[in-house]
T-cell receptor
């Protein structure tokens, strides 16, 4: 049973436009959410996170939105750059779980020049 | 620039052989996680340690996998005997016990023939 789902395995966007990556979760105990970016032959790199007490967190070109009632979060990248092309993983954790992360299956983002 | 390091980066072995993967967490981090990435399962948590003590290894096949932290600067994941279905990329990640972000190493790509 996948508790964190990324339903789009891939996404292509034109350089300069907005990229929107989506993630849904089923476990209502999750209270912390993260996005990781992964390039080939490298480990996932932490990108941005959000606590469940917030509905938005922004860091430069990256913004994460959390809709708790819908159990949905999204990552917006504006403007998208070719260097953003990577696999993006959404992850979630719950208080008291020793911060174990449950990952989604990833979305391959390709930013076209 | 503090990073998680993993050795070896690539390992090709034959079925039945013992495999040992090593991880050096970021200095000062007291939580260490082992993940496995496969095409089918995505990123799966295998085991994790806090202050060198194993907290959960329920994600690991117990009969052939073992994880240890001989000291605070070294975590090991051992497979004995290895099987072709163990072929995957194995990631180590470390973090601070009270924080939520995990920092990943570059991974060990294991191929069991």
């Amino acid at each position: 049973d996948q508790q964190v789902k990324q339903n789009s395995p891939s996404l292509s966007v034109q350089e300069g436009r907005i990229s929107i990556l989506n993630c849904d979760y089923t476990n209502s105990m999750f209270d912390y959410f993260l996005w990781y970016k992964k390039y080939p032959a490298e480990g996932p790199t932490f990108l941005i996170s959000i606590s469940s007490i917030k509905d938005k967190n922004e860091d430069g070109r990256f913004t994460v939105f959390l809709n708790k009632s819908a159990k949905h979060l999204s990552l917006h990248i504006v403007p998208s750059q070719p260097g953003d092309s990577a696999v993006y993983f959404c992850a979630a954790s719950a208080t008291g779980s020793a911060r174990q992360l449950t990952f989604g299956s990833g979305t391959q983002l390709t930013v076209l020049p | 620039d503090a990073r998680v390091t993993q050795t070896p980066r690539d390992k090709v072995t034959e079925m039945g052989q013992e495999v040992t993967m090593r991880c050096q967490p970021i200095l000062g981090h007291n939580t260490v996680f082992w993940y496995r990435q496969t095409m089918m399962q995505g990123l799966e948590l295998l085991a994790y340690f806090r202050n060198r003590a194993p907290l959960d290894d329920s994600g690991m096949p117990k009969d052939r996998f073992s994880a240890e932290m001989p000291d605070a600067t070294l975590a090991t994941l051992k497979i004995q005997p290895s099987e072709p279905r163990d072929s995957a990329v194995y990631f180590c990640a470390s973090g601070l016990g009270t924080g939520e972000t995990q920092y990943f190493g570059p991974g060990t790509r294991l191929t069991v023939l």
